[in-house]
């Protein structure tokens, strides 16, 4: 039942909203328009939890975030007048017109700490591939439900005009023409638009060297393939495996011109860079014969500890690992590893730590699950026993209702008490710990970087 607000009563309400702190609410036609919705303050949602969100618990909305709506669903708002949270199929001041939740996909270096808040029709489908955070309205802005974790501007829009990646382009392939990863990094920069591949065309931060055509996961919500899943994946897998000598003909490239250099295997373009270990160690050699400077990263499932202990031995400078949960059976019930276990990713840990490697986990947070106690105990419990040196706060990118129900369906739930709490709480415990959300380049593996408004 919707509570249509009179609208005498709409300014008194607005006055409430003031000085309640509370978040306008906004909602999408369907259409693509975006309004806000009178009478209503915006909530969010962390598992089965809904919460009206606050100016004070906002961010203005990162430069570079998307808007989006939410088709076959619901959104679930705070009806002011009524004191209560309600579900809307249509426009309470204009019946008849259906509404539609909207969702913020931040920029890079954004933790989300609510969802959109929605209930879904019966026929809704899988959402694509992308976090999709709270978002409302206040003073003439968008503001999100977020924490910034990481202040560089690595992947900021502003600083990627896209007349300089042509233009990059065009001088890289000149210098390396004949280089088949150059060319499909041409593609990742101007066909997907990945910030990681205008970098390197750019000569900025980090360039990636995707290698690997195959994985031996399947994630749920694996960028690069996705088989009879409903949902389409963001890129296409690299086709081919380079040679030794054009990874590091890029990567030298890339060390050659930009300073405190970072090059990374382990991109969304492809699989798993262990299973094409052995290209990836002469490389490393390869490189490293030639210069010391520049960071060496391999982003990974870390499901193979072997591999690892050679490419450090090799030269590899830091290792990042990706994580949706240290608990087992959530960690397998997203990864659904085959041939592997999650024990093979710890013992890969404790390889890469036991030979000085900077170690950072990709943790891949949705609220709602990652800061349930739970979760919280055991990552405590991990960080304790494995003295990683980073978290990559990094929100995952999948349809958060079917996400908590495998991760419900996995291992026990309880009540969520925050990203804000967790993320306070973990700097509580290990304040040498180093939180972002970009490889650091190895001048910087003993830097903190805090900045106001952060964790
Ligand atoms: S480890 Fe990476 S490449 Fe492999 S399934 Fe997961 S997301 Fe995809």
Redesign the pocket.
């Known amino acids: 039942m919707t509570n249509i607000v009179p609208d005498d009563r709409i300014e008194a309400i607005v006055k409430i909203t003031e000085e309640m702190n509370w978040l306008r609410a906004v909602v999408s036609d369907g259409n693509g328009a975006i309004f806000e919705l009178p009478g209503y303050a915006a909530a969010g949602m962390a598992g089965g939890h809904v919460a009206a969100l606050t100016v004070t618990e906002s961010i203005v909305a990162p430069y570079g975030s998307e808007l989006m709506y939410l088709p076959d669903r619901e959104p679930v708002l705070f009806n002011i007048a009524a004191g209560e949270f309600e579900k809307l199929h249509e426009n309470p001041h204009a019946p008849g017109e259906p509404v539609f939740p909207v969702a913020v996909f931040n920029s890079p270096g954004y933790v989300i700490t609510h969802v959109s808040a929605f209930r879904e029709h019966s026929r809704a489908r899988m959402l694509p591939l992308f976090s999709y955070g709270a978002a409302g309205w206040h003073r003439g802005q968008f503001r999100s439900a977020a924490i910034r974790v990481d202040a560089e501007p690595r992947q900021d829009l502003r600083r990627m005009k896209p007349t300089d990646v042509s233009a990059g382009v065009r001088a890289v392939r000149w210098r390396m023409p004949g280089n088949r990863l150059r060319q499909h990094l041409e593609t990742c920069a101007l066909r997907y638009g990945c910030p990681a591949g205008k970098n390197f065309f750019l000569g900025r931060y980090e360039a990636p060297l995707p290698t690997?055509k195959t994985?031996?996961?399947?994630?749920l919500?694996?960028?690069?393939?996705q088989k009879k899943s409903g949902i389409s994946c963001t890129q296409e897998?690299i086709a081919f495996t380079p040679s030794p000598a054009e990874i590091s003909e890029v990567a030298l490239f890339h060390i050659g011109r930009v300073r405190r250099a970072v090059v990374s295997f382990?991109q969304?373009c492809?699989?798993?860079p262990l299973s094409a270990a052995r290209v990836i160690e002469p490389a490393i050699r390869m490189i490293r014969s030639r210069t010391g400077r520049g960071t060496i990263n391999l982003n990974?499932?870390a499901?193979r500890p072997e591999a690892v202990g050679r490419l450090c031995d090799a030269g590899l400078d830091s290792i990042r690992v990706?994580m949706n949960s240290v608990r087992r059976e959530c960690y397998e019930a997203y990864?659904?590893p085959r041939g592997y276990t999650f024990d093979n990713v710890l013992r890969s840990i404790d390889t890469a730590l036991e030979k000085g490697k900077f170690v950072s986990i990709n943790y891949l947070n949705s609220p709602g699950f990652t800061d349930t106690p739970e979760e919280a105990e055991a990552f405590f419990a991990f960080m304790a026993a494995r003295p990683v040196r980073m978290i990559q706060w990094r929100n995952l990118n999948f349809d958060p209702l079917r996400y908590w129900k495998s991760m419900a369906a996995a291992a026990p739930l309880g009540a969520p008490m925050g990203m804000e709490v967790l993320i306070r709480e973990v700097r509580r415990g290990f304040p040498k710990l180093k939180f972002g959300y970009f490889n650091p380049p190895k001048e910087k593996f003993g830097i903190e970087r805090l900045t106001a408004r952060c964790a």
């Open positions: 690997a994985c031996n996961a399947r994630c919500g694996c960028l690069s393939l897998r382990g969304g492809e699989g798993e990974t499932n499901s990706s990864f659904r």
